[in-house]
């Protein structure tokens, strides 16, 4: 099976969607940001403070080459920003999802553990900053997409059915 690299905004659902999908198929799943936390055995927010962004991507590079060699039959979930690799194609399927911003920013402060949700992801801690972000990154991500699955007001286990069947479909 090809790999699938889900890309999308901070908070969209990558992560939850990723496991969800992993209960109704074969594929093994893995988290960038959480091998990037593994490689360097510090939190995500530490790296970017101590060693600032440049730094991170850097970790990102890394990481999308050994996903490239070395990764298949797994469902990626990506950080938000993993999308300017440029090897994305090679590693597998690309799929985005899909949500306008407000939609993102208002599930993540509904979370009963929102404050965690927004501290943990430095490039949110500015709202006006990260819809710019926003803004400029969404054009790309719809350009580099195989598969677009639109998360607005679906559960994570609806998402999954979705993007497993979208897939398949795929080829
Ligand atoms: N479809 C969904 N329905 C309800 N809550 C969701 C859904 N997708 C994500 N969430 C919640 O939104 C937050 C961010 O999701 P996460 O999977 O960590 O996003 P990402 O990996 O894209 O940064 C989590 O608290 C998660 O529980
Ligand atoms: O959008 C980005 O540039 C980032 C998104 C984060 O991942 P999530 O999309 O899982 O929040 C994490 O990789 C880092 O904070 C940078």
Redesign the pocket.
């Known amino acids: 099976m090809k790999n699938i690299v889900l890309i999308?905004?901070?908070?969209?659902?990558?992560?939850?969607?990723a496991r969800e999908a992993l209960k109704y198929s074969s594929y093994m799943t893995i988290?960038t940001d959480d091998i990037i936390e593994s490689m360097e055995n510090r939190k995500i927010k530490k790296i970017f403070e101590e060693n600032g962004e440049e730094y991170f991507r850097k970790l990102e590079k890394r990481v999308a080459k050994w996903l490239e060699t070395s990764v298949h039959d797994t469902l990626i979930?990506t950080?938000?920003g993993f999308y300017k690799q440029t090897n994305l194609q090679k590693i597998g399927t690309i799929v985005l999802?899909d949500s306008p911003f407000d939609a993102i920013i208002k599930?993540?402060k509904e979370?009963p553990?929102a404050k965690r949700?927004l501290k943990k992801?430095p490039l949110l801690a500015d709202l006006k900053k990260a819809k710019k972000l926003y803004d400029e990154r969404r054009p790309q991500y719809l350009k580099l997409a195989d598969i677009i699955i639109d998360?607005t007001e679906?559960?994570?286990q609806?998402?999954a059915k979705e993007l497993l069947k979208k897939v398949k479909k795929h080829g």
Do not use: P, Q, T, Y
């Open positions: 999308g905004f901070m908070g969209v659902g990558k992560g939850s969607i988290d979930s950080g938000g999802l599930r993540l979370h553990n949700k992801r998360v679906k559960s994570a609806e998402c």
